[in-house]
């Protein structure tokens, strides 16, 4: 019986050398993986700060910068391009203390190219916003965006990186000399869970 169990047992060593890889001779099936595909999807968020542009007058500021937070979801439709939305909110202050408070609701498209580790999203999303203002309320409004970012690629499920964005809320009245224009540009930093 001893015999036999050597036998066997040696025969299942050699077989391991028989079967071994030569070094250097790896199966190629092919098949290059791409970081993002068609189908992959991520959420994103940014914190950051919401300045206005053009709300002073006589060289005062009128609109203090304020504070924002966006949340997003996004899947891709090939390599470089994802369609998806996301919804923010924001506030600033005003000279006289009162809360401008915006959050808009928009829709759009990534285009991302990649150099790397490195990817460099940019959105161009339209869609609505509510806004509050000295208790009176505006909805909807119109919110058009346009954001751009630089964010590193930590491994397959998460980056982190920085993003500006350029966003318009205009303020449309019957009355056309009441309307208004708000321009407001954001600098964020922002993480991405990628599945």
């Not at 299942?12 to 098949?31: K, Q, R």
């Not at 006589?58 to 304020?66: K, V």
């Not at 491994?155 to 056309?176: A, Y």
Request: charged share 15%; hydrophobic share 40%.
């Amino acid at each position: 019986m001893k015999r036999f169990l050597s036998i066997i047992l040696s025969l299942l060593f050699i077989t391991g050398f028989v079967f071994a890889e030569e070094e250097g001779d790896e199966y190629d099936d092919g098949y290059v993986y791409e970081v993002n595909g068609a189908g992959d999807q991520f959420i994103k968020i940014n914190l950051g700060s919401i300045i206005p542009l053009n709300f002073s007058s006589d060289g005062i500021n009128r609109l203090y910068s304020g504070g924002v937070m966006e949340l997003g979801y996004y899947r891709f439709l090939n390599k470089w391009l994802a369609v998806g939305g996301e919804m923010s909110a924001s506030y600033n202050i005003s000279v006289g203390e009162k809360i401008l408070v915006m959050i808009p609701f928009t829709f759009g498209i990534m285009y991302q190219p990649t150099y790397n580790d490195f990817e460099f999203p940019i959105f161009a999303e339209i869609g609505f916003s509510y806004e509050s203002w000295q208790n009176m309320d505006y909805f909807p409004s119109l919110a058009a965006k346009l954001e751009a970012g630089g964010f590193y690629r930590i491994n397959e499920i998460c980056s982190v990186g920085l993003n500006t964005s350029f966003m318009w809320i205009p303020q449309w009245f019957k009355d056309s000399q009441y309307n208004k224009n708000g321009l407001f540009m954001t600098a964020s930093i922002g993480a991405r869970y990628h599945f």
